[in-house]
């Protein structure tokens, strides 16, 4: 095989019953290009590694790899720790091992984007949620260039759907994050990067699932009473690593709360008011932007 132009990235761990849909999703990808794509094996105790075993063995182009101990329960990522380190190719996406590409053109047409469009340093789609069977399309706008805050804040992206240039993650910035003691959330570090490293852009489609069952991430947190606003508890190692992506990101959290608190029962009209504005005047793109999203003007 030729050095590869992508190099896709799957975490998995217990996804006995979701990786070989993963995997297929992956393989049925139409490219004109090659592709190598690392599995990290978190030491899971069902039967996925004997699983991604058999298609390594079947796939040249596919690589597992897996510590000798579990390493999410000590605060690390295999991203970090396995998979990106050894990633040969110019760009790289993510799928994790319950997620699910679902357009066999998804990984081209992404590619092709960020060929024709040298400024960009990743881009992202829209996705589908997959929770009790049932079928959620997440859609938030047409085709446009994303901003961090409300990226960020408001979850509009999922790891399935994001593919960019791998040099903005192979830095001394996004090594140095894991090493800060208040670091969380390896994705807010990934999304950081690319946003310092490059402009961002939303492509509309729905080219993956985000598969929400009772021993994933997202629903863990949800039972935990995590508020979604999460990604302001690492701010601190954000603004020691990307210092402009974190002055962006505080003055946007500060603006979405404002706004919440505008919205609450029983506050009066005129305070409302007097916190819509202050929660514009703190971050007007990000509040222009969003009532530009929800009258579907951008």
């Not at 978190?42 to 079947?58: G, L, M, P, R």
């Not at 991203?79 to 110019?90: D, K, M, S, W, Y």
């Not at 729905?206 to 598969?211: L, V």
Request: overall charge neutral.
């Amino acid at each position: 095989m030729n050095k590869p132009l992508v190099s896709i990235l799957v975490l998995t761990y217990n996804h006995e019953a979701y990786i070989k849909e993963c995997l297929n999703g992956i393989l049925n990808q139409k490219t004109n290009f090659d592709v190598e794509v690392l599995v990290g094996n978190d030491c899971s105790t069902d039967k996925t590694h004997d699983i991604v075993e058999f298609y390594a063995n079947k796939h040249s182009n596919i690589k597992l790899f897996e510590p000798d101990s579990n390493q999410f329960s000590k605060g690390l990522d295999l991203f970090v720790t396995h998979l990106i380190p050894n990633a040969q190719g110019e760009y790289i996406a993510f799928c994790e091992g319950d997620d699910i590409w679902i357009n066999e053109h998804k990984l081209q047409s992404q590619i092709d984007f960020l060929r024709e469009n040298p400024s960009y340093s990743m881009c992202f789609h829209d996705h589908c949620i997959n929770g009790d069977n049932t079928i959620v399309r997440m859609r938030y706008w047409t085709e446009c260039d994303a901003h961090i805050g409300e990226t960020l804040h408001l979850n509009l992206y999922q790891t399935a759907t994001l593919v960019g240039k791998s040099r903005a993650l192979k830095n001394s910035n996004f090594l140095s994050y894991y090493s800060h003691p208040l670091h969380k959330y390896s994705d807010v570090n990934i999304l950081s990067s690319f946003f310092a490293y490059g402009k961002v852009r939303h492509l509309v489609g729905d080219w993956s699932i985000y598969r929400l069952h009772q021993n994933s991430i997202t629903a863990n947190d949800l039972k935990r009473g995590v508020s979604e606003l999460i990604h302001i508890d690492c701010l601190q190692a954000l603004a020691e690593c990307y210092p402009v992506v974190a002055r962006s990101l505080l003055r946007d959290y500060r603006s979405l709360k404002l706004m919440q608190a505008s919205c609450l029962c029983g506050i009066g009209t005129w305070n409302a008011l007097k916190l819509k504005v202050k929660a514009l005047m703190t971050s007007p793109i990000l509040i222009l932007r969003l009532y530009l999203i929800k009258y579907h003007l951008i």
